[in-house]
T-cell receptor
Framework: RKEVEQDPGPFNVPEGATVAFNCTYS??????FFWYRQDCRKEPKLLMS???SGNEDGRFTAQLNRASQYISLLIRDSKLSDSATYLC????????????FGAGTQVVVTP | SQTIHQWPATLVQPVGSPLSLECTVE??????LYWYRQAAGRGLQLLFY??????ISSEVPQNLSASRPQDRQFILSSKKLLLSDSGFYLC??????????FGPGTRLTVT
C-alpha cells in the first residue's frame, strides 16, 4: 500500500464549477499536511497547509479527517488558471522534516 | 526573502558520463536541504537530505551521491549515469513550519 494515495484524475471541471478530491495516508502518526500545486514541467509550489479544524484560503478549502486518515481539497469557482496537478503531502513525523508526496491529482478546467 | 537556485535547467548526457547538479539557497542559514527526483508521470522520490554541512542522509540506494560543502550549497553527483537516472531533479529547503520550498529543477535526459 502506498503511504499517500491520490486519484490521478483527470478531473475535468467547467470554469466556475466546484471540484473536490481526497487523498488518503497510511501513517496514523503523521502530524503535518499540505497541498502543493504543480504546473506542467514546473516545480511544486506550496498551495496551503491543512489544519485539524480545516482551513480556507480564498477559493480553496482544505479539510483533515484524522479518524479516516484522509485530507481533502475543494476548489470553488474554478478558473482556467487552476488547471494543474495537486499534490497531497504528509509528514511521517520524524525530526528531519521529510515529506511524503502523493503522485498527484490532475485538474483540468475547461472554458 | 529566501530564494533557491538550481542549475543547469536542462541537461542531456550520455549513459556512463558523470553528473553534477548544484543547488544554492539564499536568505537563510543552516537550512535542511533535500534532493528529489520525479520520473515522468510519477510522484516525487526523496533521494538525499542534509541537516548541515557535511551531513548527508541517503533515502534510496543508487548510483547517485550528494554533498554539502557549504551551508547553503547542496550538490548531487554521479560517476556514471544510467538510463534510469533520467528525470526531473528538484532541490528543496525546509521552512519554519516543516513545509518545503522547491527550486526550479533540472530536467535530465540520459541518452
Amino acid at each position: 500500500r502506498k503511504e499517500v494515495e491520490q486519484d490521478p484524475g483527470p478531473f475535468n471541471v467547467p470554469e466556475g464549477a466546484t471540484v473536490a478530491f481526497n487523498c488518503t495516508y497510511s501513517n496514523s502518526a503523521s502530524q503535518s499536511f499540505f497541498w502543493y500545486r504543480q504546473d506542467c514541467r514546473k516545480e511544486p509550489k506550496l498551495l496551503m497547509s491543512v489544519y485539524s479544524s480545516g482551513n480556507e484560503d480564498g477559493r480553496f478549502t482544505a479539510q483533515l479527517n484524522r479518524a479516516s486518515q484522509y485530507i481533502s481539497l475543494l476548489i470553488r469557482d474554478s478558473k482556467l488558471s487552476d488547471s494543474a496537478t495537486y499534490l497531497c503531502v504528509v509528514t511521517p513525523g520524524d525530526s528531519w522534516g521529510k515529506l511524503q508526496f502523493g503522485a498527484g491529482t490532475q485538474v483540468v478546467v475547461t472554458p | 526573502s529566501q530564494t533557491i537556485h538550481q542549475w543547469p535547467a536542462t541537461l542531456v548526457q550520455p549513459v556512463g558520463s558523470p553528473l553534477s547538479l548544484e543547488c544554492t539557497v539564499e536568505g537563510t542559514s543552516n537550512p535542511n536541504l533535500y534532493w528529489y527526483r520525479q520520473a515522468a508521470g510519477r510522484g516525487l522520490q526523496l533521494l538525499f537530505y542534509s541537516v548541515g554541512i557535511g551531513q548527508i542522509s541517503s533515502e534510496v540506494p543508487q548510483n547517485l551521491s550528494a554533498s554539502r560543502p557549504q551551508d547553503r550549497q547542496f550538490i548531487l553527483s554521479s560517476k556514471k549515469l544510467l538510463l534510469s537516472d533520467s528525470g526531473f531533479y528538484l532541490c528543496a529547503w525546509r521552512g519554519l513550519a516543516i513545509e518545503q520550498y522547491f527550486g526550479p529543477g533540472t530536467r535530465l535526459t540520459v541518452t
